[in-house]
C-alpha cells in the first residue's frame, strides 16, 4: 500500500467513525479530527487495583451481613443459625485482610493502614473497620463455640454468653459498616462513574451484601422464613437499584456504566441478582435463587471497578461531569 | 625483555607543532589579536578584566533590584536561580508555567529525572507531536506538554502574509507546556491517604513519604488532576505512590527546584506564591494587550480545590491541555456518600430484626 492509499484509508477511517485508532494520525488541521482533551490522554488516573479488591467486596459484604444475621439469630435464640452466621463472618474477616494485603503495592508494610485514624479517609476508615470487625468476629465466636458446646458450671457459662452476646453486638455494628463502607470508598473518589453515583453505592453494596449473605446460609441448609424474607428483600431492592442505575444517567460522564464490557457485567449481575432472584423464589427455587444472587453480587463488584477503570481513562467523562 | 621507553617523535606531528608556535610568537611580537588566537566578546564592559565584568554584572542587578525590577531574566537575582529560605520562613512558594516562552526543549523533565533519580519507565513513542512522554505518572513528574491547534496565536500571521485569502493558510500555533503536580490547597491525595504517608510542608507543597506509603493506591483515584501514580513493577521502588516533590529535599539546602533552575526561558518560574500570583496577572494582562486574547490563568481557587501551588498560564481552553476545567476534591462526596451508608446501615440492622421477629 502506498503512502497516499494509507492516508485516503484513514480519512475515510476518520470521516466513518470520527477518530483513527493509530499512533500520530490525529494532528490538527490535518485530516484527522482530534481526541478530545490532551490527545485522547486520561484526565484522572484509573484505579490500580485488581482482581482482589472486587472480591475482597463481596466478602466483605458477605461476611459483614452476616455478623447481622448472626446477632439477630443470637437475639431470637436460632443459635445454629447464629453459629454458621457467625462461621461466615470469620472466614470473611480472616479472608478480608489477606486479599486487601496482597493488593497492596508494598504488602510488608501493610500495618501503616493502622498508623493513623482519619476520617476524611473512606480507606483509612475502611482499615479500622476491618480491624475492629476482626476483633470481635473471631473472640466472638469462640466465645459462641465455647458456650454452646461446653458447660463449665455456673458463673464461667453465664459470663461467657455475656461475653459472646456482647461480641456479636459489635460484630454486627462493624460488620454492617463493613458491608456499606466500601460504597463510600468507590464514591469519594475523583472517577466520574463512581462518585455520580455515591448514594447509590453504599445501599447497593449493603443490599448486595445482605442478600448474599441470606443466600449462602440458605444454600447452607438454614431454610428458614425470616431468611426467605431477607432474599425477598435484597432481591426486591436490587431489582429498584437497577432501575434507579438506569434512568439516573449522566451522559457521558458515566457511559462506562451503560456500554461496553462493565455496562454488561453490571446489566448482567443485576439482572442476576434483581428480578432473576426475585422470580425464582417466587417460583419456590430457593437454591437457584441463591446461586443467582450470589453469582449477581460477584459480577457486580467487578463490574463497577472496571466502571472505574474504563471512565478513569476517558477524558470526556471528567470534563462532562465538570461541564 | 627489554623495552625502550624512548619517546618517537614522527617529523608529520612535530612540524606543525613547531610551525604553530612560530607563528603565535610572530603574531604576538606584532601586537595583532585576531580570532584564532584569542576570541573576545565586545560588551560595554569588555575593556575590563574578568572578575571586574562580574562585579559589574552584581552592581547592575542589585541596581535594578533597588527600583524593584528584579523579575524574570535577572541573572543570579532571579529567583530561579538564587539561594533562599522558605523553607525556615514558612513561606508558601509555588510554580508559575506559562506556554508563551516554553520552547519544548524538555531539560524540567530532564532535570527532574536526574535529580530526584526517578527511573525510566520505557522508550515507548507515543507520537502526539513532538510528545513521547505521555503524561504525568509515577516515574514522570515532569511533562511537557505538545500541542497543536489550529487557531491564531496572538497577533500571528500565517501563510503568504495573506496576499490573498486563496493562498493564505489556515492559522496554526504549536503551544508548549510543562506540567506538574499542582500541589492543590486542599489536595484529594492527601486527604485519601490512609497512612500518613502524604503530608504538607512548610512551603505548602504536599509531599509523599515514600518509607511511609504501602502503595493501597486510594490517592490514585483520589486526585482530580490525575497525577499521582503507582509504580508498577518491575520498576525501582516499586509498589509505592509517587509524585512531584516540589524537590523538597533542595528546598530545605536554600535551593531552587531542579526544573525551574534549569529552566533557560525561565517559563517555569518558582518563587513565593503570593508574588507568582502578581506576576501572573501582570502577565496576562500584558498579553492580552499584546494580541493574546485567550490567555488567561489556570488556577481554580473558586472550586473546592481552592488553588493550586503550581499554576499555569494557557492559551484557550483547559481541556486542551488535559486539565479539568472544574476540578473538586473527592472529600465534599463525603458527607452524601458516609449519609448514605449509615442511612443504609441502620435499614439493614432493622431490616434483618424485623424479619426475625414477624417471620421467626
Known amino acids: 500500500m502506498t503512502t497516499e492509499q494509507r492516508l485516503e484509508q484513514l480519512r475515510e477511517q476518520a470521516w466513518d467513525k470520527g477518530i483513527v485508532a493509530g499512533r500520530g494520525v490525529d494532528v490538527t488541521g490535518g485530516p484527522i479530527p482530534r481526541r478530545s482533551g490532551y490527545y485522547g490522554q486520561p484526565v484522572v488516573k484509573p484505579p490500580v487495583w485488581t482482581w482482589e479488591i472486587p472480591i475482597y467486596f463481596f466478602i466483605g459484604g458477605l461476611a459483614g451481613m452476616s455478623a447481622v444475621i448472626a446477632f439477630a439469630g443470637l437475639v431470637f435464640h436460632e443459635i445454629d443459625l447464629a453459629r454458621t452466621a457467625m462461621w461466615l463472618a470469620t472466614i470473611g474477616a480472616g479472608l478480608s485482610p489477606v486479599l486487601l494485603t496482597i493488593d497492596l503495592g508494598r504488602p510488608r508494610l501493610f500495618l501503616n493502614m493502622l498508623r493513623v485514624f482519619k476520617y476524611k479517609s473512606p480507606m483509612s476508615v475502611g482499615a479500622w473497620i476491618v480491624f475492629a470487625f476482626g476483633a470481635c468476629v473471631i473472640p466472638g465466636l469462640i466465645a459462641l463455640e465455647l458456650g454452646t458446646r461446653y458447660s463449665f458450671g455456673g458463673g464461667t457459662d453465664q459470663f461467657l454468653k455475656i461475653f459472646a452476646h456482647l461480641l456479636v453486638i459489635g460484630s454486627a455494628f462493624w460488620g454492617v459498616l463493613l458491608a456499606t463502607y466500601t460504597g463510600v470508598l468507590l464514591g469519594v473518589t475523583a472517577i466520574p462513574a463512581w462518585f455520580l453515583h455515591r448514594v447509590l453505592l453504599p445501599i447497593h453494596f449493603g443490599s448486595a451484601g445482605l442478600g448474599s449473605a441470606t443466600a449462602l446460609l440458605e444454600l447452607l441448609g438454614h431454610r428458614v422464613a425470616p431468611l426467605s424474607a431477607l432474599g425477598f428483600l435484597a432481591a426486591a431492592i436490587e431489582t429498584a437499584l437497577w432501575i434507579w442505575l438506569e434512568i439516573d444517567k449522566h451522559g457521558a460522564a458515566d457511559r462506562a456504566l451503560h456500554r461496553g464490557l462493565p455496562g454488561w457485567l453490571i446489566r448482567g449481575s443485576e439482572f442476576l441478582s434483581g428480578p432473576l432472584a426475585l422470580i425464582l423464589r417466587l417460583t419456590n427455587l430457593v437454591p437457584l435463587a441463591a446461586i443467582a444472587f450470589l453469582l449477581g453480587a460477584f459480577i457486580s463488584r467487578f463490574g463497577w471497578i472496571e466502571a472505574g477503570k474504563v471512565c478513569g481513562r476517558d477524558p470526556e467523562a471528567v470534563f462532562a461531569s465538570q461541564g | ?360
Open chain 2, 1 to 360: 625483555m627489554s623495552r625502550s621507553w624512548k619517546v618517537r617523535r614522527s617529523p608529520a606531528t612535530s612540524f606543525p607543532v613547531v610551525c604553530r608556535a612560530v607563528l603565535l610568537f610572530l603574531i604576538g611580537l606584532s601586537n595583532r589579536r585576531p580570532n584564532l588566537v584569542c576570541r573576545r566578546i565586545y560588551t560595554p564592559n569588555s575593556h575590563l578584566p574578568a572578575h571586574r565584568m562580574a562585579e559589574d554584572f552584581r552592581a547592575v542587578t542589585a541596581r535594578r533590584a533597588k527600583c524593584g525590577e528584579t523579575m524574570i531574566g535577572e541573572g543570579t537575582q532571579s529567583t530561579n536561580q538564587r539561594r533562599h529560605n522558605y523553607v525556615q520562613e514558612n513561606v508558601e512558594v509555588g510554580f508559575f508555567t506559562g506556554p508563551t516562552v516554553c520552547i519544548g526543549c524538555k531539560a524540567c523533565e530532564v532535570a527532574c529525572k536526574e535529580w530526584n533519580e526517578v527511573p525510566d519507565d520505557g522508550f515507548t513513542w507515543i507520537g502526539n507531536s513532538y510528545d513521547n512522554t505521555g503524561r504525568l505518572g509515577a516515574s514522570t513528574w515532569r511533562h511537557v506538554l505538545f500541542l497543536e491547534q489550529d487557531c491564531q496565536k496572538g497577533n500571528q500571521i500565517t501563510g503568504l502574509m495573506g496576499l490573498s485569502d486563496a493562498q493564505s493558510e489556515d492559522p496554526f500555533r504549536w503551544i508548549f507546556l510543562s506540567d506538574v503536580c499542582k500541589h492543590c490547597e486542599e489536595a484529594g491525595c492527601l486527604e485519601a491517604c490512609p497512612t500518613g504517608s502524604i503530608v504538607r510542608t512548610e512551603v505548602g507543597s504536599v509531599f509523599v513519604q515514600n518509607d511511609v506509603c504501602n502503595g493501597c493506591g486510594y490517592c490514585v483515584v483520589s486526585c482530580p488532576f490525575g497525577v499521582i501514580d503507582r509504580r508498577p513493577q518491575p520498576l525501582p521502588d516499586a509498589g509505592g505512590a509517587f509524585k512531584c516533590t516540589f524537590c523538597y529535599d533542595r528546598q530545605k539546602s536554600g535551593l531552587v527546584p531542579a526544573c525551574a533552575k534549569v529552566c533557560p526561558t525561565e517559563s517555569i518560574v518558582f518563587g513565593r506564591l503570593d508574588d507568582l500570583r502578581a506576576r501572573a496577572s501582570q502577565r496576562v494582562e500584558q498579553l492580552k494587550q499584546s494580541g493574546y486574547e485567550d490567555a488567561q490563568l489556570y488556577d481554580p481557587q473558586e472550586t473546592s480545590v481552592r488553588g493550586i501551588h503550581a499554576f499555569f498560564l494557557i492559551l484557550g481552553e483547559p481541556e486542551a491541555y488535559g486539565l479539568p476545567p472544574k476540578p473538586q476534591v473527592p472529600t465534599i462526596y463525603l458527607k452524601s456518600a458516609w449519609t448514605s451508608a449509615l442511612l443504609t446501615s441502620i435499614a439493614a440492622l432493622i431490616a434483618v430484626l424485623g424479619a426475625f421477629l414477624f417471620f421467626g
